[in-house]
């Protein structure tokens, strides 16, 4: 079963090739192909994306405040039955301009 951070629910259907690293961008690519057609669960930490980020140390992003933010912030809007949007939750990403358009 896939581990996804709920924030990445975001960065998922925006992903267009940028990223950390060619292996973070081969992996989350993969990760996009793959939960067409397999099972996941939402997490609040490290999860398959994170598995390949050079921000990754020792199971602990180094962003872990900011990212357990939009992680919260995405499981709310859910909860509540909102869209979740970059623009309300993650705008000081340094991926946002991508996200954004």
Known sequence: MI???YHHM???PRFIGKGYSK???NNLAEIRERIKTEPYTLVETADD???K???LIDGMCIDNEKVTRYD???KK???LGEQ???RNICSDCKWFAICSK
């Open 3 to 5: 581990k996804l951070r």
């Open 10 to 12: 975001m960065c998922l």
């Open 23 to 25: 292996d973070f961008c």
């Open 49 to 51: 994306v994170c598995a």
């Open 53 to 55: 980020c050079p921000n």
């Open 72 to 74: 919260r912030a995405v």
């Open 77 to 79: 809007a859910l909860q």
């Open 84 to 86: 979740i949007s970059p």
